[in-house]
């Protein structure tokens, strides 16, 4: 695994589903807590995906995007029977190692969410896909096939959630960084260097670091999203607004997407 961030000398132009490897190298992924703050976002988000998934009937939770292991923990600590997965190697060590100082031991499994399948053989009655994890994927092809391996390996009523960026107020309106809810980090500024319809470049620079880091995502439009999610097999699909039903598309940060196999 290469130590730097490689974009070559078009960084623009790198607009590939498998760039996320390349992406979370180790210093990054060590960085990453301190961008999202487990305690500020525990702040931010309160019980919601808790209590979305009890009032469900949840019990078995796959974590299709584990990362750090943020959300695998809080919901091992809630009492959920929880499978963390990840594509990235150096995110589910370092999920493990989050874990264990908690006293949890996390399930992990690499898996790339497009062959899931090939690596998960359970099913599950939630599938969670947090902390705009989603955009990563470049080609609708791909989006497609993720979201079919997600359908795929939940129970006959089991539910999604996959939340996402809201891109639709950067394109339209541009970026306006209030951060309240995820990227809670003090010591963080993460902000975007390039944004058109098919990428948003961002900048993520640590205090007293001298090295900026980056991820180039796809912008995924709200209504897009969950109109694939449909398409896909789903039979409902409610979207939140910053954990609330009710909201002016502007303005929420994040969009959380529920999609029921029902
Ligand atoms: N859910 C975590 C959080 O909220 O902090 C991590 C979010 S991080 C933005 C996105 C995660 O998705 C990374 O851990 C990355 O390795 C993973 N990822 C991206 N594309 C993937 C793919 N195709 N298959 C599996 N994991 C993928």
Redesign the pocket.
């Known amino acids: 695994m290469s130590q730097k961030q490689n974009y070559g000398s078009d960084p623009t132009a790198v607009r590939q589903?498998d760039q996320?490897q390349q992406e979370?190298i180790e210093q990054f992924v060590e960085k990453?807590d301190a961008l999202?703050d487990w305690d500020k976002r525990g702040e931010g988000e309160g019980n919601f995906f808790i209590d979305v998934l009890r009032q469900c009937g949840a019990k078995k939770v796959l974590?299709?995007?584990?990362?750090?292991g943020?959300?695998s923990v809080r919901l091992l600590e809630a009492g959920f029977d929880v499978v963390s997965?990840?594509?990235?190697p150096e995110?589910l060590y370092r999920a493990f190692e989050n874990a264990k100082a908690r006293n949890q031991i996390l399930r992990t499994v690499q898996?790339?969410?497009?062959w899931l399948g090939k690596d998960i053989h359970e099913k599950f009655d939630a599938v969670i896909c947090?902390?705009?994890?989603f955009t990563?994927?470049f080609s609708e092809n791909d989006r497609r096939k993720?979201l079919a391996e997600f359908y795929s390996v939940l129970n006959h009523d089991g539910i999604l959630i996959l939340d996402q960026r809201n891109y639709d107020s950067i394109l339209d309106y541009g970026y306006s960084n209030k951060e309240k809810y995820?990227y809670c980090g003090d010591e963080v500024q993460a902000e975007p260097e390039y944004i058109d319809e098919g990428l948003a470049r961002f900048r993520y620079q640590f205090e007293g670091g001298a090295e900026s880091y980056y991820?180039n995502m796809f912008p995924l439009r709200q209504e897009y999203t969950s109109k694939l999610m449909k398409e896909v097999g789903f039979q409902r699909v409610d979207t939140y607004g910053d954990f609330q039903e009710t909201y002016r598309r502007k303005d929420p940060d994040f969009f959380i997407h529920m999609a029921e196999k029902k």
């Open positions: 589903s996320y979370y990453w999202i974590d299709v995007a584990a990362g750090t943020y959300h997965a990840d594509g990235s995110m898996a790339d969410w497009r947090l902390g705009n994890s990563h994927l993720a995820y991820l």
